[in-house]
């Protein structure tokens, strides 16, 4: 599909997210709101009152968009998308914990695959899902769950991608570190198209980790992740900080990190298993 060379972003509507969208559930119920402090606040909130699977809450701008370990997600109007799926359908107890940690991770692949589908351009990722070009970030996801005895687990997946932001329209603190579809193709996209395709990528993605498991999603992850076998400086989620190289995907996701020196002893097997935690690509 071609992006639009519109001289202002096409609107974001229902009706155009319908008119393009193939999916079976993600987005047919879809909340398009003006305004919200974070479309996973809100997504949150309709899955306690018995929204269905497949859910999407999407607004034309957020006033207090949410990153991940407490950071805020830049979300300016009408530029760029912010969403969120309400995903109900969990695996067997004994798998949840796995089917989880990777929830984010094939959800940023998802992510990749429709900037690909709708700009020809294929990002890459930073473990453990940021969405950049170059050593620019497009976008992020921010998974959240709640859970109750009577109605199970339920997963928000939440998807932030500059769309058409302008670079110099980025705040200070991001204009190098942020970048967007226009900035990277001189061309304005048109959201709707790119949220059907993204919901699109998406319900693929999940239903394929709820029917085969990850084993056979990590190869198509690994292709993408840019982190793999790059000199890397891990702050751990208690603050430790230390560089080595990333080596590889645990089976859970983590990504395993070998030390530089030995700045955390010897660790069992030479790396270090990272669950959460931030990555700077070094070099
Ligand atoms: C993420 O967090 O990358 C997850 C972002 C998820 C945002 C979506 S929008 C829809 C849904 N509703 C929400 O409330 N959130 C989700 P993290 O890895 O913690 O990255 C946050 C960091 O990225 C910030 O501290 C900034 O340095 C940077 N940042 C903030 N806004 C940005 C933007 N628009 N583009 C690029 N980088 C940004």
New binding site residues.
Partial sequence: MPASTHLSPAPLTAEAVRGALWTKAYGRTLHLLEET?????A?LTLAQEGAEDGTVVV?ER?T??????G?????PRGE?????VILRRTPASERLSEWLSWVPLVSAVAAARAVQDVTGSLPSLKWP??ILVGP???????CESSSSRTSGTVVVV???L?VN?RQEA?PD??RD????LVSETGRLVDRSVLLAALLGRLEERHEALLAVGPAQLMPEYKALCATLGRAVRITLAGGEIFQGRADSLGTDGSLRVVPESAQLGKPAGGFVEVRAG?VVHLR
């Fill in positions: 402090p974070s479309t996973n606040g997504a607004a957020q207090a968009g949410r990153g991940r370990l950071r805020g997600w830049y979300s760029n998308l912010y969403c969120s899902n940021d620019r970030k497009l976008g992020g996801v921010l939440g998807i932030g500059n932001t980025f603190d991001l570190l942020a970048t967007s931030d």
